[in-house]
């Protein structure tokens, strides 16, 4: 595998489901990113982690739970969500996030409907 | 007003025609600017990089930048039907990447 990887490519769930989005890169950067890509809007940046600390948090709603276990992996629990959490997910990695000349590289984005 | 507008499109061409995407901004602090693109089922992926105003090009694309009018632009000579798909403008500051909502690119054949 290279580059950034993420499972599963689609998901379906309730609102009262609990379940998890899993990204994986293997390009040795240091910091991961977890996105939200809603039809006809911005990308949205939800959490950043550089070095496997969390390092930004933009005001996401408590039912999305990030977890960064080492620098390759990236997790993002998911439970009772709305039907407007429904969007893709995009996980991206970079080298050094505080740099100006930082590049951001993305997985393929898990497309996510909550019933 | 929010800080980078973006056409959302569709915008559908013949091939062999140049394409014209463009960006507009509203913060004077970006001093980085980048156009990604994304194909269906994909995530975005890094086409152009530039930093501060003037052109770049690279093959077909050439990227150009107006800080004093705070507009940025792709374009794309004789579009390929391979060019279909999602271009997306972002531009940063610091540790501040912001996104265009991207303009839908459609080249016909």
């Known amino acids: 595998e290279t580059g950034v990887t993420q499972t599963p490519r689609h998901l379906v769930m309730g609102m009262t489901n609990k379940k998890s989005l899993k990204c994986e890169q293997h390009?040795?950067?240091?910091?991961m990113y977890w996105y939200k890509q809603s039809a006809k809007k911005p990308l949205e940046l939800m959490f950043v982690y550089s070095l496997e600390e969390r390092v930004e948090n933009n005001s996401v709603p408590s039912r999305f739970s990030p977890e960064c276990p080492n620098s390759s992996h990236l997790f993002l629990h998911l439970h009772t969500l709305q039907p407007e959490d429904s969007a893709l997910y995009l996980c991206?990695?970079?080298?050094?996030?505080?740099?100006?000349?930082?590049?951001?590289?993305f997985g393929p984005g898990t497309r996510l409907t909550v019933l | 007003q929010k800080e980078v507008e973006q056409d959302p499109g569709p915008l559908s061409v013949p091939e062999g025609a140049i394409v014209s995407l463009n960006c507009t901004y509203s913060n004077s602090a970006f001093q980085y600017f980048m156009w990604y693109r994304q194909y269906s089922r994909k995530g975005p992926e890094l086409l152009m990089y530039t930093y501060s105003s003037g052109n770049k090009e690279d093959g077909r694309f050439t990227a150009q930048v107006d800080k004093s009018s705070k507009y940025i632009s792709l374009f794309i000579r004789d579009s390929q039907p391979s060019d279909s798909a999602t271009y997306l403008c972002?531009?940063?500051?610091?540790?501040?990447?912001?996104f265009g909502a991207g303009t839908i690119l459609r080249v016909k054949s």
């Open positions: 991206a990695s970079s080298q050094v996030w505080t740099s100006d000349t930082d590049t951001q590289y």
């Open positions: 390009l040795g950067h240091n910091a």
């Open positions: 972002a531009m940063r500051y610091g540790n501040k990447l912001v």
